[in-house]
């Protein structure tokens, strides 16, 4: 069973730029999809951006497509969330969520696919 810890958000105006990460311990991390979720105040849960465990596919909502990089790292079992020309609407907690699969190529968006859930790290973007 795998373990997530996000770290890397903070308070950042807008125009600005955050990387969050997200360390995974306790298990087989290169067997793992990965996914950033983001929850603002008084909303739903919603998918930010997912990778395939090799890197080959990546997936971005619509509000952060060119904003955004997702990446990982299967030597450190890190997932990155590179998050430029921030935005006052980016602001939520954020999540990341990890999904065993067999299968390399694929990513995943829906929440419900993700058996795995960190603890959050919340992102404010000041007007």
């Known amino acids: 069973q795998v373990q997530l810890v996000e770290s890397g958000g903070g308070l950042v105006q807008a125009g600005g730029s955050l990387r969050l990460s997200c360390a995974a311990s306790g298990g087989t991390f290169r067997r793992y999809a990965m996914g950033w979720f983001r929850q603002a105040s008084g909303k739903e849960r919603e998918v930010v951006a997912a990778?395939?465990?090799?890197?080959?596919?990546?997936y971005y909502a619509d509000s952060v497509k060119g904003r955004f990089t997702i990446s990982r790292d299967n030597a450190k079992n890190t997932v990155y969330l590179q998050m430029n020309s921030l935005k006052s609407g980016d602001t939520a907690v954020y999540y990341c969520?990890?999904?065993?699969?067999?299968?390399?190529?694929?990513?995943?968006?829906?929440?419900?696919?993700?058996?795995?859930w960190g603890q959050g790290t919340q992102v404010t973007v000041s007007p």
């Open positions: 990778i395939s465990t090799n890197s080959a596919g990546t």
């Open positions: 969520a990890a999904k065993d699969t067999y299968y390399s190529n694929f990513y995943y968006y829906r929440r419900d696919e993700y058996a795995y």
